[in-house]
């Protein structure tokens, strides 16, 4: 038996009424489960690793999760699979600001939830996904 991890979520965001709680309780429970790395923090956000947490007076959506597309033919599928399937627009396919050749697609899934698909452009991966093979009991 083996798991393949890392092929789906590209990162997850978190909207918080209280910053510096949610601060603490990330850092305590990333560093239990062996993650220490600091925190990296911004004047009203924090991240580590691939979850993204900042502060949010409005809660149009608590959770953001982005999923890896291969190319940006796969975000227009997403985006045009979504729509049909209950899913509303939120941002259709094309390039945002956060770095050079990142193209994505954002939906609201039907529980409010905003859902991402996004492309980073062309990119090397230093292996197609993490194996997890269970050690035998």
Avoid: C
Wanted: glycine content about 8%.
């Amino acid at each position: 038996m083996e798991f393949h991890r890392g092929r789906l979520i590209d990162h997850v965001h978190l909207r918080v009424a209280d910053l510096n709680a949610s601060k603490r309780f990330y850092q305590a429970v990333l560093t239990a489960l062996g993650m220490p790395e600091a925190l990296v923090e911004g004047p009203d956000f924090f991240y580590v690793d691939e979850l993204y947490v900042n502060a949010a007076d409005d809660y149009v959506t608590r959770v953001h999760v982005a999923f890896q597309a291969k190319d940006r033919a796969m975000v227009e599928a997403f985006y045009k699979a979504a729509l049909g399937a209950g899913g509303s627009d939120h941002g259709a396919p094309g390039e945002r600001p956060y770095h050079p050749g990142y193209y994505a697609a954002f939906v609201i899934d039907p529980d409010g939830n905003n859902i991402e698909a996004v492309f980073h452009g062309p990119f090397t991966r230093s292996a197609d996904d993490v194996v997890i093979r269970p050690a035998a009991a």
